[in-house]
């Protein structure tokens, strides 16, 4: 069988009272049939898995609220999964457990090895849906539009159950429901999002982030600094850097001099002079010894956020290496050695179909492999996240920093001020030339600092201002390209409809004679917007003709997701109780041998699951039956007795 992707398969379901099994059946791709008498428990299987793969469940039957938890082992996209939920009666928006293995293994597994999820994302974690989308390799749909979007609300579009009227083709859904929101999950599920559209707003969102993260660390270096970036890049900071050092020599030469020929004052006046030149600077050594711990602080900031922005800088490079790495594997395969790369030996090729590795041996489980490469991508998400908020909070105290510093400075050079005021009053000029010449050498010191760092800075600032360029390049590309491929959105959509309804009119006109307007179909015009689907523009018909209608519709979907691989609807499929409104026997009858035809035809991994009281003698074979044949003495959920091999029912 051929896999399309997105593809999701149950293959179990475990439910669980306290220790004791309740229920527990192994699924298979293609065709599966629960049966059994009315009020057996067949909808509360069914309900079970829509619960178990995310929707919300909010009205139990009794014996399923009696239980503790669902397990459901699922293939996304060929991969071992197991999912689980707690069952909560009147709690919708319950979240999940993930365990990336199958049911066996996750029964067995350490509490560490699962991962839980809740049903509504933050800023801070994902929700359970956004995990599954992304392992199902669902596109992001970005916008208000869908902002609302779940695991429920995809699988209102895979699941027909016998609460839904006829009419409708989504799911009921008690609380507040928008047409927009309906039409972008049918858009979504139809692939109107083309995989090369996917791929280049997967790309393009990369390249947005390594784009915001490059203009990110200019601004924050920019701003731990204080300086514009046409300062920060001065061509001749080396020159400036020399000609200050010069300027230091000479101004210590000259200090030398000074001190040497400076003539005292007399006693009294030298005294009181010192005395209130004391007060002065010691002021002055108060505030330069505060300037140089806040500038150090700064400087420590600046440094701290440059390993950051290379930190930074790097995890987004492993994200898009991590990316570049499931593609090369996607289209090139994994690769084979022949021949050992150290001593050139020839390698003994494994069993044909083991999962060991050719050249080391160990085990190499693709599934494992990519079950790790996600999971590496989710931390390096975290990490960036985590990684930015600190960016922030240096940027922060950065400001501060410099804003004090501008007030210590201004205060400094308010008591130098004074110093120098105070000097013309009592020192002789050799010594006020001497207090000018300290000053200066202390503003060119710093002046020296600022320099070195802004030397140390600059080749971080000119590989950063390199990629942001690159990446605008990039990304103005990338947008254009997009921009294209939406103007081709229209044109899918009209193909993805088209192969629907011709589905749809095709299952119709083999229905038995009925109804008149089926079998006559000429059109069926699908409107997710308004949740119908209208056959020659009529949508009234009897109550068994609306069930039979609404089944066709989403049997047509999955069989027009089988033909075209652009579609996003999982191929999976869920019918309960295809004999409702009053259906006949022979009707449904007619119905499930439709489905069992065009199961059995596809050459493509889908499942169909779907329950019946009334089973076609055509269809009672094991290939297609999941457990017993159901009744009221013997129902779907059951508990062991206590210390024996009886069973009962739960209700």
């Known amino acids: 069988m051929t896999l399309y992707k997105p593809t999701l398969i149950l293959k179990s379901l475990l439910l669980k009272k306290g220790t004791q099994v309740a229920y527990e059946a192994k699924f298979h791709a293609g065709l599966n049939v629960i049966r059994g008498q009315n009020g057996s428990g067949k909808s509360t299987i069914t309900e079970l898995i829509f619960y178990a793969l995310g929707g919300e469940m909010t009205d139990w039957k009794r014996p399923a609220e009696s239980c503790d938890f669902v397990y459901a082992e699922v293939e996304v996209n060929g991969k071992a999964t197991t999912l689980c939920r707690e069952i909560t009666p009147g709690n919708a928006s319950t979240g999940m457990e993930i365990f990336w293995g199958s049911l066996e293994d996750a029964l067995t597994a350490q509490r560490q090895e699962w991962q839980r999820y809740p049903y509504r994302g933050s800023a801070n974690k994902e929700s359970f849906s956004q995990i599954i989308f992304k392992a199902l390799g669902f596109p992001q749909v970005r916008g208000e539009e869908t902002s609302n979007i779940t695991m429920n609300q995809v699988l209102r579009l895979m699941y027909a159950d016998q609460l839904t009227p006829g009419a409708r083709i989504f799911k009921l859904q008690e609380k507040w429901d928008s047409g927009l929101l309906r039409q972008t999950v049918g858009d979504l599920l139809c692939g109107v999002y083309d995989d090369h559209l996917y791929e280049a707003r997967l790309s393009l969102n990369q390249k ?37 050092s010069q300027e230091l020599a000479r101004l210590h030469d000259q200090l030398s001099v000074y001190k040497n020929t400076a003539t005292l004052i007399d006693g009294r006046a030298a005294s009181k002079a010192k005395s209130v030149e004391t007060k002065y600077v010691s002021d002055i050594a108060g505030l330069s010894e505060t300037i140089l711990k806040l500038s150090t602080e700064r400087d420590e900031i600046a440094m701290d956020t440059l390993d950051s922005v290379q930190f930074l800088a790097e995890l987004n490079r492993r994200l898009v290496a991590i990316k570049d790495s499931e593609n090369t594997e996607s289209y090139l395969g994994q690769v084979k050695f022949n021949q050992c790369p150290c001593c050139m030996a020839t390698i ?19 599934s ?26 240096r940027k922060s105290r950065a400001q501060a920093l410099i804003s004090e510093l501008t007030d210590l400075n201004d205060r400094r050079n308010e008591a130098y001020r004074k110093l120098k005021g105070f000097s013309k009053q009592w020192p002789t000029e050799t010594e006020l030339l001497i207090d000018n010449a300290n000053v200066q050498i202390g503003k060119l010191k710093q002046e020296l600092v600022s320099l070195r760092e802004k030397q140390k800075l600059q080749e971080m600032i000119k590989r950063l201002q390199d990629e942001r360029d690159a990446m605008n390049a990039e ?177």
Do not use: W
């Open 208 to 244: 947005r982030k390594i784009l915001e993260v490059a203009v990110a660390q200019l601004r924050n270096i920019f701003h731990v600094l204080g300086r514009a970036e046409q300062d920060a890049m001065a061509p001749d900071l080396e020159q400036q850097a020399l000609s200050i």
């Open 368 to 393: 494992d492999r990519k079950i790790n490469i996600f999971r590496m991508r989710n931390e390096l998400e975290t990490q960036i996240r985590e990684s930015e908020k600190i960016m922030v909070l």
């Open 475 to 651: 990304v103005t590309k990338l947008e254009d390209f997009i921009k294209a491929r939406e103007n081709l959105q229209v044109a899918l959509r009209e193909e993805a409809y088209k192969e629907i309804e011709k589905y749809v009119i095709e299952i119709l006109h083999q229905d038995l004679k009925r109804q008149d307007d089926f079998s006559n179909a000429t059109s069926a015009s699908i409107d997710f917007d308004g949740n119908s689907i209208l056959v020659n523009g009529i949508k009234t018909f009897s109550a068994s003709s609306l069930v039979l209608l609404k089944n066709a519709f989403h049997l047509a979907f999955i069989l027009a997701s089988t033909k075209k691989d652009f579609f996003r609807y999982p191929r999976l499929l869920i019918l309960d109780g295809i004999e409702d409104g009053g259906m006949e026997e022979l009707r449904s009858h007619n119905f499930q041998e439709i489905i069992q035809r065009y199961s059995d035809s596809l050459a493509i991994t889908h499942q169909i699951i779907f329950t019946t009281a009334k089973l076609s003698p055509k269809l009672n074979d094991d290939k297609y039956l999941i457990g017993p044949e159901y009744s009221t003495a013997n129902r779907t959920l059951r508990i062991p007795v206590r210390g024996g091999e009886a069973h009962q029912p739960i209700a």
């Open 348 to 366: 003994k090729p494994s069993v044909e179909g083991s999962s060991v590795c050719e050249l080391c041996k160990g085990d190499s489980n693709e």
